[in-house]
Each structure stands twice: as C-alpha cells, then as structure tokens.
C-alpha cells in the first residue's frame, strides 16, 4: 500500500499495524499518568515547577528538553495535561524511573520498547524506534475499558457456508490498572478537550464525555491523536513513510481525522459520560490552596482521588469541613460502578484472580484510523513477552479492532 492515491499493492506495508513511530505527547498517559497514579506519587492536584530545566540522564549524560509552548510555573498535573506541558512529565518521570514505566507499558501491549527506551526521553514519547498506531490503539482501549487490556483482534468468528462456527477469537485479557485509576485518567484526559488552554479542543463530541491526548514529534513528522469515549477508542497517526514536516494549515491533520470520524460514528448514539467508579474520591477542591474546600472557598472544582490520597481541608479560608468526612464522600452510585467495584488492594498491579471484564466491554472496540488503508489487513505480530506476567483470562470477547477507512471523509475545516 503506497499511502494516498492508487492502491497498488497487496498485502502491502500497512502503517496501522507496521509503523513504528515516535508518538511523542500522545504517550504520555501511558508512559507516565497510568503508572504514576498507580504507584501513587501523584494525584490530579500535584505540582511541578514547569520552568527550563536541565536534568541528568540515565547515561549520566544532561537532558534539556524544551516545552512546545510557554512555562507556566507552578503547575498541577491536570494543567499539564491540559496544554501538554513537558517539564512537568520528565520531573514525574524522574520519580518514577523509565523502568516502571516500561513494566506498565509492556503490560498495555507495547512490544517496541527496548533498553534504550529507559531514559527520561521516555516521558516525552521520544523512543528508541517508537510504536505501532494499532499497539497505541490497543494500551488506549485499556484505559477506556476500565484498566483492562484486550489484546487487538482483527475478527469475532468465522463460519462455514452452512454457518457452523469454525473459528472464534478468543483475545487475551489482562488488567494494566485499577478501574480507579482507569477512572482518574479518563478525567484527566477530558483537559485537552474542555480545558481553556486544550490543544484537543476541536475534538469535543456534543454529548459525550471525550478524552484525547494530542502527539507531535519533532520537526512535526508525525502527528497523532489518541482518544475515546464512553463507546469507542480511536487512534489516528499522520505522517509520511520517511521524515517529512507535516504542517497542515497550523492544526494537527490526525487530530482533523479523529474528530470528523468520531464524531460521525457517534452520531445516533446515546449521550453518555464515562462510567462512574465509586470508590474513586469526588472532592471538591479549593482551587487557591489546592486543598479540600472549606465552607469559605469560593472558587472550587471537582476533583478525582484514590482512597488515602484526598489534601486535607483548606486552611487559607474559613469554615468547618471536617477532615474526616472528606473521605466519606462518594461519587453517585450508577449500575457500572458497582459492578465495578474493587478495593484498595486493587491499586496495586497484581494479578487478580476475580478478574471479570465488564459487561459493556464488547461496545468498546479501538479504531485504529490511518491516511489510507487496505482491505487486506495484515495480522500484528503475536505478543508474547508479557504472557507470563499476566492472568490470561481467555475470556470470549467480541472485543476486536475495527480498522476504519477514512478514504472518504473529507477534511472539513470545522474546528
Ligand atoms: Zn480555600
């Protein structure tokens, strides 16, 4: 397959299953957020100092990455979801070591990854090789799917001409996560679309609730857009083969794609959020002091938290908020969130034997969206490195990846 234009190949190079590319942005609420929130060293409300910085690498070797946009300061980690800010990723990354990401990764099915990966650069999707749109389509899915991967097929079941099943696919299943923390980085990646300073704003579907992580490597050859909804997940990369800038009237084509395919296919859907957890803490936070709120704040927020992890109340304004009750407070209950229901030990990422994939799993297929793309899909290479680590379930799931054509959709500039 030559990318645009005339299909002249077949069973050619297909770049959602074959391109490893540097993903840049888009990886880091898998590189960083997931594993970070698990291991609990941040919250949604943790700050870093967004300013140049020059930090030692693991080679020994100094690392002076710059931001795309201004520094900001003191910032919370939602803020720097929000416009995408690096320093503060690299400094999260710091505390968390490339080696625990890599762990993570490996378990979201990420099979590109090698010991050059362990660096700081990690943070920042800047990769050794880099990684496949199908692969990132498939760790997304597992946030979206409420920590719990399903390794990517390309079929449910195959029947013969008289329609006996002859063949079922049966995808691995493995958590990456908590629902809870599944759950807080779904909130987080709501930033780029609602926040003021959102660089995935056009990306927003009437309705829903949407999160997307935009992706841009340097000198602008690839460009991505890696989000979901309560009904699907969707990766889009835009790029050439070889290293050419993609500069597309200032906006980011992939981002263009996601949005018009997304939105379409959500067209006659139901509006929905994403599924409450109720074990994860709702609080309302005091925005000055970053503290839970007291009678006396008067600019608040929701914010989301794992048990233990809620500030104590706000002592820069008046009130009575006792500390105690802070905790107590729930998110309302809906039918997911109870069945979804785990405790604390389920923070930690360790094999849980009473694993059960949602019930509303099989609506949440990843999409994997490229340029151009041919019917004859070529198989992914079969992941095994990670097999031991995990609980294969071998449960029977429709969960499959659609790869959708986008050859007729037009770009419409209506972002
Ligand atoms: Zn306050």
Redesign the pocket.
């Known amino acids: 397959m030559d990318g645009l234009g005339e299909k002249r190949e077949v069973r050619g190079f297909n770049r959602a299953t074959q391109a490893i590319r540097q993903t840049g942005s888009s990886s880091k609420p898998l590189t960083v957020i997931v594993p970070a929130l698990s291991e609990k060293l941040i919250t949604p409300i943790s700050t870093y100092e967004d300013n140049l910085t020059t930090f030692i690498d693991y080679n020994g070797e100094s690392y002076s990455p710059t931001n795309y946009n201004d520094y900001l300061g003191k910032i919370t980690v939602r803020r720097a979801v929000e416009s995408s800010q690096n320093i503060p990723f690299v400094k999260m990354m710091e505390e968390l070591t490339p080696e625990t990401s890599i762990e993570y990764l490996k378990r979201m099915g990420i099979s590109t990854l090698n010991e050059k990966d362990e660096n700081l650069a990690l943070s920042l999707g800047g990769l050794d090789k880099g990684i496949s749109p199908l692969e990132m389509a498939g760790a997304y899915s597992a946030i979206a799917n409420d920590g719990m991967y399903v390794e990517p097929t390309f079929y449910t079941k195959i029947t013969s001409h008289l329609g006996e099943e002859r063949l079922k696919t049966k995808p691995k299943t493995r958590r990456i996560c908590s629902s809870e923390v599944a759950y807080i980085t779904k909130q987080l990646l709501t930033e780029p679309v609602v926040g003021s300073y959102g660089t995935a704003t056009y990306c927003a579907i009437p309705g829903m609730q949407v999160a997307a992580k935009t992706g841009t490597t340097n000198e602008d050859y690839d460009r991505w857009l890696c989000g979901f909804t309560d009904y699907y997940t969707a990766v889009t990369w835009f790029g050439f083969d070889w290293s050419e800038p993609i500069r597309y009237q200032s906006k980011n084509p992939a981002g263009v794609i996601w949005a018009n395919v997304m939105k379409r296919i959500h067209k006659n859907l139901q509006n929905r959020d994403f599924s409450e957890v109720k074990s994860v803490v709702a609080q309302k936070i005091?925005?000055?002091?970053l503290?839970a709120?007291?009678q006396?704040?008067?600019?608040?927020y929701t914010e989301y938290f794992l048990k233990g992890t809620v500030p104590t109340v706000?002592?820069?304004?008046p009130g009575n908020v006792s500390p105690k009750k802070i905790e107590g407070k729930k998110e309302k209950k809906t039918k997911e969130s109870i069945q979804n229901e785990t405790d604390n030990r389920k923070e930690e990422v360790t094999p849980e034997p009473e694993i059960t994939v949602p019930e509303q799993e099989p609506e949440k297929q990843p999409v994997v969206i490229q340029e151009e793309q041919s019917t004859e899909n070529t198989m992914p290479e079969e992941k095994k490195k990670e097999d031991e680590l995990s609980e294969e379930n071998n449960q029977e799931s429709e969960e499959n990846v659609l790869e959708e054509t986008i050859e007729n959709i037009e770009m419409k500039n209506e972002i």
């Open positions: 005091c925005k000055k002091s503290k709120a007291n006396g704040c008067t600019d608040t706000c002592a820069m304004h």
